[in-house]
């Protein structure tokens, strides 16, 4: 589905945000293909062009269900992980999913907003700061880069804006369901 053989423990991620999901709002997914997309997808491109090879702790904003944070730490047992969410029932959602996994002496789950103005979040600075969503992609970058080494904006494909940070990579790629276009960037001072 997503270009990569499943790692461990991602068809057990998978069923349980299909059995929050159930019972909780968690995406806007309507199918498993759908639901399987929003999940791994990133986290497959990220793995395929070894993004982390040089990333110890990561950092995500506005984590929602996890993704791509929890595939990645899945797939790569030497990693940390700061998920940042500022809803109780996706919070809830995270650190019953990180428990399940087994996750818990790597993932970090905090309840909290992040001030865009002055972003403080326990543990920075972080190697890699990570949102998907949250912000648009030139606010994400600037709040990202206080937070850590590497900032990584996920994008409808779209071309980077003008920045201040230096352009690292970029993977583009296809979303398998409709075609339409994706990229990742990564950016650092």
């Not at 899945?74 to 809803?87: D, I």
């Amino acid at each position: 589905m997503v270009g990569i053989p499943a790692p461990a423990g991602w068809p057990d991620y998978f069923e349980t945000v299909k059995a929050w999901g159930a019972r909780t709002d968690l995406t806007g997914a309507r199918t498993d293909a759908e639901l399987a997309e929003i999940l791994f997808l990133d986290a497959a491109r990220l793995i395929e062009a070894a993004w982390l090879q040089s990333v110890g702790s990561l950092v995500d904003i506005g984590a929602g269900v996890g993704a791509p944070t929890i595939p990645l730490l899945l797939a790569s047992p030497g990693h940390r992980a700061t998920l940042v969410e500022p809803r109780r029932k996706r919070t809830a959602f995270l650190r019953s999913a990180i428990g399940s996994l087994d996750l818990a002496d790597r993932a970090l789950v905090l309840e909290q907003s992040v001030d865009p103005d002055a972003p403080l979040v326990t543990g920075a600075p972080f190697d890699v700061a990570l949102s998907r969503a949250t912000f648009s992609a030139g606010r994400w970058r600037e709040i990202g880069s206080r937070l850590a080494d590497e900032v990584w904006v996920f994008t409808a494909g779209t071309d980077p804006v003008e920045s201040d940070l230096r352009l690292l990579r970029r993977i583009d790629y296809e979303v398998p369901s409709t075609g339409a276009p994706r990229s990742t960037l990564a950016y650092s001072r």
